[in-house]
């Protein structure tokens, strides 16, 4: 063969590979912009999840506080009430006593008048 003839089947080999080549170049650009638009949403949806890292850490930690508050809040209505029922259960108590004294008879708490009494401490 001749050295022209391969000459040119080497350059029609040549052309029928460079639209190859452009195709493969813009595959390339176009997988380019790709990964950097992935790297961008990545770097966005990084930021989203750190910054959901911290409000999830705040909010756990305003949780935790008002869970010691409550608990601080209920030991001290707990405590009142349990003041108010030892004092109402004294009163009972009291009232139960006095009623019991008066029945009884150990004390007269019926009136009299002032000559009744006066009269009643002479004649003692």
Request: proline share 2%; glycine share 2%; aromatic share 4%.
């Amino acid at each position: 063969m001749d050295d022209q003839v391969k000459l040119a089947i080497l350059q029609q080999r040549v052309d029928d590979i460079k639209p190859l080549l452009d195709k493969l170049d813009q595959t390339i650009e176009k997988l380019s912009e790709v990964n950097t638009t992935v790297s961008r949403m990545l770097a966005v949806h990084e930021e989203r999840l750190s910054k959901s890292e911290e409000v999830d850490s705040v909010l756990f930690a305003k949780i935790d506080e008002l869970r010691d508050k409550m608990d601080s809040d209920h030991h001290s209505v707990l405590s009142r009430i349990q003041d108010l029922e030892k004092k109402v259960w004294v009163g009972i108590g009291c009232v139960v006593a006095v009623s019991i004294i008066i029945q009884t008879g150990w004390i007269d708490l019926t009136p009299r008048s002032v000559s009744d009494t006066i009269v009643s401490s002479y004649s003692k």
